[in-house]
């Protein structure tokens, strides 16, 4: 399903201009979306995940909202205080009540924030309508939306660098996930360069 989907968008980004950014990207769109399973974010975080994900952001309010037995995670209250607050309108344009749970990670790269969204509406020149996000979360959606994101924030030459800290800390604000998106990377070398 993916190959044909990636292969399009990935080509029109500049992404396949070489082995190395093609499998740069596909080790971060492995990881951001546990091998193409999960398009759309989950926030049901135990307290000890959230805490270790978020840190600071991991507020008394959005741990309270974490799952535990019989009770499930309130996403919404989790994602408007991950995603909101001072630092969701200072880092991700969320300003408003819900902009942060309507702006959840979506797609390949795990979109995020309403600045991310508007910035990848612009360039394909359509409004960022909720029909639209939603959309995102569809593999047609992921795939587009993920190679215009990636060739958008210079990725690609980012990726040209073989600088694997630097490109996971512009995809996820972070280190998050970055042994994993290493041994994604030599699969994925091993699969495309031999």
Not at 50 to 65: E, M, N, P, Q, S
Request: hydrophobic share 40%; net charge positive.
């Amino acid at each position: 399903m993916w190959a044909p989907l990636l292969a399009e968008h990935m080509d029109r980004a500049g992404m396949t201009a070489n082995p190395v950014r093609c499998c740069m990207a596909l080790a971060n769109f492995g990881h951001e979306t546990n091998g193409g399973r999960r398009l759309i974010e989950s926030l049901d975080y135990s307290p000890d995940r959230l805490a270790a994900v978020f840190g600071a952001r991991a507020t008394t309010r959005a741990l309270d909202a974490c799952r535990r037995v019989g009770h499930p995670a309130d996403q919404k209250v989790i994602a408007e205080e991950v995603y909101g607050g001072a630092w969701g309108a200072n880092n991700l344009g969320n300003r408003l009540p819900g902009e942060a749970w309507q702006h959840i990670g979506r797609g390949l790269i795990q979109i995020t924030g309403k600045w991310n969204y508007a910035k990848v509406a612009r360039v394909l020149g359509v409004e960022p309508t909720a029909e639209w996000i939603e959309s995102i979360g569809t593999p047609e959606g992921a795939a587009q939306a993920a190679c215009v994101w990636w060739s958008r924030m210079g990725l690609n030459f980012v990726a040209d660098r073989g600088d694997l800290p630097k490109l996971r800390k512009a995809v996820n604000g972070g280190s998050v996930g970055l042994e994993d998106v290493k041994h994604r990377y030599d699969q994925a070398r091993t699969i495309l360069v031999g």
